[in-house]
């Protein structure tokens, strides 16, 4: 039981951590490209290098933190001009092919050290060390030092931690899961702002008990804390608030009706080029945002922002739901969550000797990314529109 | 403008007729109140000249039927004049005037928003979007698709109101009230074509374009879709549809432009630009009463008479490339 209670600590230890944080407002900027517009980015991973890059330059030159935030946010701006000026115009496949060389010449460019003044600023593949940016944000914590258990009253706390009263509440929880999931579905009979309250309401009780059951103790204020935690999953929720706005309003029609055809929305008079220049910019924005959030709690290195960030980006949303509201940070959560649960679980059981000792830990790392790999196909074929996207949107070829 | 006068009265079939009766029966001829001017349009692909148009003007008011036989050029001309496709003769001379603005230079969504709108041969439903989102997106100057406003609900909150007002009303005239909420890609193909129209409507347009409004609907259907083509042209819009359904043209339309190979053959009122020798040569061939089964014609006087002609034919092409 031990064994178990390890690997549930761990699973929250990653669902929690501002880095899943930091992706999920990555995916949101993704979804609002690909979901909602229908761009084809696969760069998503250079908006994030970019904004982490500027962001983290800036305080290293003395700026300070909202002109380094602005900064970051300024050159995924720019960026996004950059690649959508030349290639909005044409067909989508174009975007992608464009953006994955950018995303990669951004990348080579970062870890490149040919270059004096630009090693100095970039600190080529070795990176720009957090501890040279970070202390700006975290002096503003008002947590104070120490560690923080949440919840302090956890399962040991009732009958003594049994394995029922444990069983019962993941049996709970699964349960809060399946329902939010049927009512973010639109299954239920509930609609507009009570729909958007009970998700988040059954969301907040679903966070409460899994931290009943698997209490998570951290630092206050240090790297990776809870100082980190909050504003990662505070931005989230500003990012969704706003994802919610532009997408329920006539812009955000315009959006789709983009992604559903170009010529027809010309015909109605629309200005196609706009419109997508705008979904890439507010998408690459998000990234941006995204980029920052996730090497605050780390350093600025270019390798841990490429491809594969983008391709787990794109996983993610595919498994929550393009163009759902809630798709990218349910998407988020059971990739990085799911991830965890297999390295662990092959940790403990496949390779200790206590068990099956077949592997060592390199091994299980790569074993969890081919069994992720055989889910992401199994759900491409058996639900194809993700967790929370409407079948019905299938059934039209486009 | 004495528009509201002239458009009232044109709902009235005699005094179309006599309107048009005015009008000279030849290709390009001038009309009295011109809303679509043409000059000098050309669009080759490679060394295929698909469209040639010296000069053509569309009537304001009434129902004008673009026919021809197949590959005559009727959509790339359609494509052409609302932005679409650029001419080949752009910056030569090439020139066209919408309701006495310049389009020479313009984008498809400009063009939309001038009041020219157009729909789709093949139908361009948004099939992922309800009906209702498909009719709301053809509503123009939208406050709440600017992305500077659309976060602040109360700046675009009235509008957005009235144009589902109106979308509605649309809706219940084109019987498509009941999938309001239902994706347009579940609509038949008819229902497609009557989304479209109505989606077009939604924009006020002053004229409306519809490429082959008819093709692939069944009969009941087309009925009432030309029961609505008039009732717009008696709502005072200027209608310019491409059709190949002879019945549907001689029945709605009030005056008929023939297209063939590119270019304008014959212009004249539906009943009588069928009798055309113009257009029989072009949707029959010009030797279509030769019976090629008649021995009798075997001779070597009617072969050189053919051949006369065939030379001829051919001069008179070199003598129009040159």
Redesign the interface.
């Given at each position: 039981m031990d064994d178990i209670q390890n690997i549930l600590q761990a699973m929250m230890r990653v669902a929690v951590s501002p880095q899943t944080a930091a992706v999920a407002i990555a995916v949101i900027g993704l979804n609002i490209h690909f979901g909602y517009t229908g761009l084809l980015n696969i760069g998503q991973s250079a908006f994030m290098l970019l904004g982490a890059y500027g962001f983290a330059i800036s305080i290293t030159q003395g700026w300070p933190l909202v002109v380094a935030i602005l900064m970051g946010l300024l050159v995924a701006f720019v960026f996004a001009l950059v690649l959508g000026v030349p290639t909005l115009k044409l067909r989508g496949d174009y975007l992608a092919i464009v953006t994955i060389s950018a995303a990669e010449i951004v990348r080579y460019v970062g870890r490149s050290v040919g270059v004096e003044w630009l090693f100095d600023l970039t600190g080529g593949a070795q990176g720009i060390p957090g501890s040279q940016y970070r202390g700006s944000f975290t002096s503003l914590s008002p947590f104070g030092s120490g560690n923080t258990t949440i919840l302090s009253f956890n399962y040991t706390d009732v009958a003594g931690g049994s394995v029922v009263v444990r069983l019962l509440g993941w049996a709970v929880v699964i349960g809060l899961i399946w329902m939010a999931v049927r009512i973010g579905r639109g299954k239920t009979s509930l609609e507009g702002t009570g729909r958007t309250a009970a998700i988040i309401g059954i969301s907040a009780a679903t966070i409460l008990l899994a931290f009943f059951l698997a209490p998570t103790g951290q630092q206050n204020t240090g790297v990776d804390g809870w100082w980190f935690t909050f504003i990662a999953w505070i931005l989230v929720g500003i990012s969704l608030l706003i994802v919610l706005g532009l997408t329920k309003s006539p812009w955000g029609r315009a959006l789709r009706g983009v992604r559903e055809d170009e010529d027809a929305m010309r015909s109605l008079g629309k200005n196609v080029f706009a419109i997508k220049m705008q979904a890439l910019i507010i998408g690459g924005l998000f990234g941006a945002l995204g980029g920052m959030m996730y090497v605050l709690p780390a350093t600025v290195q270019p390798d841990s922002l490429g491809r594969s960030i983008t391709f787990f980006a794109y996983t993610a949303l595919l498994l929550g739901g393009a163009a759902t509201i809630w798709g990218p940070v349910l998407g988020t959560l059971i990739f990085y969550v799911g991830r965890i649960f297999i390295i662990a679980s092959a940790n403990t059981y496949l390779s200790s000797d206590k068990y099956i000792n077949i592997m060592n830990s390199q091994q299980t790392s790569q074993f969890a990314f081919i069994l992720v790999g055989v889910a992401l196909m199994l759900l491409v074929i058996f639900r194809p529109q993700g967790i929370l996207g409407d079948k019905r949107e299938l059934r039209f070829n486009v | 403008m004495s528009d509201t006068t002239t458009t009232a009265s044109l709902a009235d079939p005699a005094v179309r007729r006599e309107l048009m009766s005015t009008v000279e029966a030849t290709p390009g001829s001038s009309k009295p109140d011109s809303i679509l001017n043409v000059d000098h349009i050309t669009r080759h692909f490679g060394g295929i000249t698909a469209v040639d148009v010296g000069h053509l003007e569309v009537q304001r008011g009434i129902i004008t039927a673009l026919i021809g036989p197949n590959g005559a050029g009727k959509t790339t001309f359609f494509n052409l004049i609302?932005?679409?496709d650029r001419p080949s003769s752009a910056g030569q001379g090439a020139h066209w005037s919408f309701d006495g603005r310049t389009l020479d230079r313009t984008?498809?969504?400009?063009v939309?928003?001038s009041g020219m709108?157009?729909?789709?041969q093949l139908t361009?439903?948004?099939?992922?979007?309800t009906v209702m989102?498909n009719m709301?997106?053809?509503a123009?100057n939208?406050?709440?698709?600017?992305?500077a406003k659309?976060?602040l609900?109360p700046l675009?909150g009235g509008q957005?109101k009235q144009v589902e007002t109106k979308a509605l009303d649309l809706l219940d005239r084109f019987s498509l009230l009941e999938k309001r909420t239902d994706?347009a890609?579940?609509l038949s193909g008819g229902q497609r074509k009557l989304l479209e129209m109505a989606?077009?409507l939604?924009?006020d347009p002053k004229m409306i374009m519809l490429d082959e409004p008819m093709a692939g609907v069944n009969p009941a259907l087309t009925q009432s879709l030309l029961g609505h083509i008039q009732s717009l042209r008696d709502d005072g819009m200027t209608v310019l549809f491409v059709e190949h359904d002879m019945h549907v043209v001689r029945h709605i339309s009030d005056w008929v432009v023939v297209m063939a190979e590119g270019k304008i053959v014959a212009e004249g009122a539906a009943g009588e630009v069928m009798s055309n020798q113009a257009v029989i040569d072009a949707y029959l061939g010009a030797h279509h009463d030769t019976d090629l089964g008649d021995d009798a014609l075997l001779t070597d006087e009617t072969l050189e008479k053919l051949a006369e002609e065939v030379a001829e034919e051919d001069a008179e092409r070199k003598e129009e490339q040159a």
């Open positions: - | 609302t932005g679409f984008s498809a969504s400009r939309a928003r709108v157009r729909t789709f361009k439903a948004l099939s992922r979007m989102d709301m997106l053809g123009q939208q406050a709440g698709e600017n992305l659309c976060l609900r675009w957005e994706y890609g579940s989606r077009a939604m924009s």
